[in-house]
C-alpha cells in the first residue's frame, strides 16, 4: 500500500474555529482524494471528497483543497461545532489497485470545544 | 449515500473458537468488499479484498488460513476468524463501492470483536 501522511494527529479548536488537517501522498493511480468522519465506536462516513479538475471543493463548512505538484490536499472545516468532534481520515488510491482500493492517513483526532 | 450493513456490532467469544462477520451492501451491488482491521486510536488497515465469485485477495502480512473471506453474492461478503486468540481482538470494517454509479466508497457500522 502506499503511504499517506498525515498532519497534525490531534487538534483543539474553539467553537467557531477553523479546523485544518493535511494530507500528503507519494503514488496513486489517479485522482481521488477522500476524507472520512469517524466517531467513536462507529465505521467511517464519507464526508468529502474530490477528483482534481478542479483544486478545491467545497461543501457547507467543509472545504478540500488540493496540490497535485506537491502530492498535498487538505480539509478545512470552518465555523467549527462540538458536533464536529471526530477522527477524521484522509485517503488515496493506492497504486495499481483498482477504482477503491484506498491507504488510509493515520487519522487526525478534532476536538471542538464549546 | 448507498448503506452498508455489518453484523454482529459487537461479538465476544472465547479463544479457539471462530467468529463469522457479515457485510451487506442493502441497496446496490458490490462486485467488491473490502475488509479493514482497525487498532484503538489508530487508522484503518486493509486486510484483503473481496471478489464476488472469486478468492479475496489478501495484503502482505494477513494470513489467509485465519481470516477466511468469502464473497458468494453481489450483495453478501463475510469475514470468518479462525480460531480466534486475544490478539485478534479488534475493530473490523468492511466497505464496498457501488460499482462505479457513484464512485464512492461506502463502510459498514463496524464489528468489535473480543476474544477472551
Redesign the interface.
Known sequence: ?QQVKQSPQSLIVQKGGISIINCAYENTAFD?F?W?QQFP??????LI?I?PDVSEKKEGRFTISFNKSAKQFSLHIMDSQPGDSATY?CAAPSPGG??????????T?VTVRA | ?AV?S?HPSRVICKSGTSVKIECRSLDFQAT?M?WYRQFP????M?MA?SNEGSKATY?QGVEKDKFLINHASLTLSTLTVTSAHPEDSSFY?C?A?DS?VT????????S?LTVL
Open positions: 500500500q481521488y477522500p472520512y465506536g462507529k465505521g467511517p462516513a464519507l471528497a477528483r481520515f483498482n477504482d477503491y482500493k484506498l491507504s488510509f492517513g493515520a487519522g483526532t | 449515500g452498508v455489518q467488491t473490502f486510536k489508530q487508522s484503518l486493509l479484498t495484503e470494517i466497505s463501492s462505479g464512485g464512492e466508497l461506502f463502510f459498514g457500522e463496524g468489535r
